[in-house]
Nanobody, 117 residues
């Protein structure tokens, strides 16, 4: 299973970015798809997650500003980020839980998001 993430970049405070992550490979079913982020000197944290049925969860710091969505046919998860703030600066990682004969977790390569004040 491979995850390809794209869409990061540099934006001024108040701006928007959209991240996408596509899964490929031998995949029977994907359960949860999520985005995490890790800022310099900090632990990786969950930003948002979405189940196969569309139930979502957001970190309190992004609720109301970020929206996670998924396309099950494309095996893709997106993160629309609005009203970005400097504290959103981090490397963003997608994560998927793949269900097959076993349940396995996979990480994307990370994409940098930088928000200037």
């Amino acid at each position: 299973v491979q995850l390809q993430a794209f869409g990061g970049g540099f934006v001024q405070a108040g701006g928007s970015l959209r991240l996408s992550c596509a899964a490929s490979g031998s995949i029977f079913s994907i359960n949860v798809m999520a985005w995490y982020r890790q800022a310099p000197g900090k632990q990786r944290e969950l930003v948002a997650g979405i189940t196969v049925s569309g139930r979502t969860h957001y970190a309190g710091s992004v609720k109301g500003r970020f929206t996670i969505s998924r396309d099950n046919a494309k095996k893709q998860v997106d993160l629309q980020m609005n009203s970005l703030q400097p504290e959103d600066t981090a490397v963003y990682y997608c994560n998927v839980e793949v269900i097959g004969l076993t349940i396995d977790n996979y990480w994307g390569q990370g994409t940098q998001v930088t928000v200037s004040s």
